[in-house]
């Protein structure tokens, strides 16, 4: 496997050799934003893509998500899924290539497109490049495909704007400021922030809440990192009495209906818990209830410049996550939304 990553690191060494000496990149007339990681899936990307995605339509904008999906039995990829639910299906467009998926959001009349897991993409420009990594798997500890998680190495954070640090919450805040810290003496053009998991609540298929009080449940889930996932579980005052994890993008089938019932089952679990991501793609209402653990991004205070230590405000109080969910919809612009505006060359 060394040897086979060693082969990958050269040979996207070279891709991006490429790009950065020759302009063949197009050119939308859109404000892009890209939505990517460094790493092969798992770090949350998607869920702060829609959070933004809402953001901008509470301040008045229109933007358009712009993917290509991964194929599906039902012809639309998770993600192209979750984000048809969540902002109806004229806000997104799919297609082989982005560069047309950019086009007819233009003649839509869209201002802004974002671009889900487009870092590597680099046959479109992006006015702003955002990357999200995983504090439980920092890309500095980390190595290629297939060794490791990586697609890219730390060095291609000179093409970025923002990192999102997300899930704070699981690694110490030495850890935590000892990365950042390394990150400002290569890289500070980088604006820096961290996220931690709040949890929004659970409902049914059909949208209604749960109450949390130690129910019992399964897991279910097809994500990149399932153990965030178990963490988020435990973490809401929620059972865990076993779990089943299938592959990122799984499309669930009835036979995997049937299995993951009978294993709530044995487990004497009140229900199924899976994820936003995983809902979207479940078959169908069966015997045992299924639940879905929504989560929210909490921002930790004021964003970081790598290149200046600047203290975070920490999120006061030590009240439920679900309680400092809603909170921020009282305080100040999220730091997230304000990075984004300060890069704006028309703000």
Known sequence: LALLSLLY??????????????????????????VGNLSAGGTGKT??????????????????????????????SDEAELYHQALGESAVFMGAKRSESLQRAHEQGYEIALLDDAFQHRLVQRDIDIIVVDATRLPSKDY???????RESMRALKRAHILVINRCEMIS?????????????????????????GIKGVVDLDGQPISLSQQKVFLATAIGNPRNF????????????????FPDHHHFSEDDVRKIEEKARETQSEAILMTSKDAVKWPR????????????????????????????REVQGDSMAQDEVKAQDCNEPNPLIEAIMKLQPHS
């Open 9 to 34: 690191g050269l040979v996207t060494g070279l891709r991006n050799y490429y790009y950065d000496v020759f302009n063949v990149s197009f050119r939308s007339p859109l404000f892009v934003i890209s």
């Open 47 to 76: 869920p702060l893509c829609l959070f933004l995605a809402q953001e901008l339509i509470k301040l008045g904008h229109k933007p358009a998500l712009c993917l290509r999906g991964y194929a599906q039995k039902s012809g639309l």
């Open 144 to 150: 290629w495909l297939p060794l490791g998680f990586l």
């Open 173 to 197: 805040e030495k850890e935590l400021a000892s990365f950042i810290s390394a990150l400002g003496k290569k890289h500070a053009q980088l604006t820096v922030i961290k996220v931690r998991t």
């Open 230 to 245: 178990l963490h988020s579980a435990q973490g809401a005052a929620l059972e865990v009495c076993g779990s089943h994890f």
């Open 285 to 312: 209402k069966g015997e045992v209830p299924v639940w879905v653990l929504e989560v929210s991004p909490i921002f930790e205070g004021k964003a970081q410049y790598a290149d200046k230590a600047q203290d975070c």
